[in-house]
């Protein structure tokens, strides 16, 4: 009870519109497949350019497929390639950031110039790179991305896994003969897990913008899925005959990215210790010249 407690003034803290977005982003990205009034795929080419009807409540591209749908379908194709990369991403980091947290010396220093490397090169043209190697797809890019994000969660677990180990409890655990697995996977790794995934929320935004750039660019994920890049990159020649087919997509993918900023950006101040305001700093400071005067 006390945890879910938690979680509910967390959620309270935050602010509401980023968090509702961000949960109608996942929402349809999750039943995407059962609440798309159409086939995102399915084409008409009679209803070409069509307008907001009874029957595409948004219009319908130059080949006839619905806009709604496709933007809800599109929700699912970025939330899993989202999660994937994420997934990918922060195991690697994690793992190569707690490790050299823990074992320091000339093993954090090795691993540490690696990440320093990676840090160096700008994760978009790590992607593009890898995917001129790899070659264009969905699972090329999805490596590309991770290989590009890694890095980032690498140098905060390791920030967070040095602090740990510098803990008074962890060095009462080596006396009393712990386990360097047991510290490891019941005390380093949980808490630096918990701190990744603040940078995990604040990048969440940075990978969809990614996944929808490189669709944007022909180089991630291939027509006929739908994806929010592609519908612009699909919609571009027809921007004068029917600007809403490429100023929908882009609203729905600047809304995704904004929450999920902001809702990062909220977790991560939430973490941090705030300023006691005055009148609390005087009413203790009274308290104590109180109980200082009674113990004299």
Known sequence: MRILREFLNALRQMPRLALATVLVFVALGIFAPYITPHDPNAQDLL?????????????ADHLGRDTLSRLIASARTSLVGMSLVLILALSVGVTIGTIAGYRRGWVD????RIVDVGLAMPSLIV???????FGTGYWNMI?????????????????????VM???????L?????????????HLLPTTIGAVL???TAEAAAVALSIATLSFLGLGIQPPTPEWGQMLVDALPYLEEV?????????????????????????????????????????????SALWQKVSS
């Open 47 to 59: 209803a070409a350019h069509a307008g907001p009807s009874w029957q595409h409540w948004l219009g």
């Open 109 to 112: 220093e090795v691993l540490m």
């Open 127 to 133: 992607a593009l790179a890898v995917i001129g190697v």
């Open 143 to 163: 490596l590309a991305l991770a290989l590009a994000w890694w890095p980032g969660s690498a140098r905060i677990s390791r920030a967070v896994a040095a602090d």
């Open 166 to 172: 510098n803990r008074p409890h962890i060095e009462s």
């Open 174 to 186: 080596r006396v009393l003969g712990a386990s360097p697995a047991r510290i490891y996977f019941h």
């Open 198 to 200: 603040v940078y995990a």
């Open 243 to 287: 600007p809403m087919q490429v100023i929908l997509p882009g609203l729905v993918l600047t809304a995704v990215v904004v929450g999920f900023n902001l809702l990062g950006e909220s977790i991560a101040l939430n973490r941090v210790p705030m300023p006691l305001p005055r009148r609390v700093i005087k009413q203790r400071r009274a308290v």
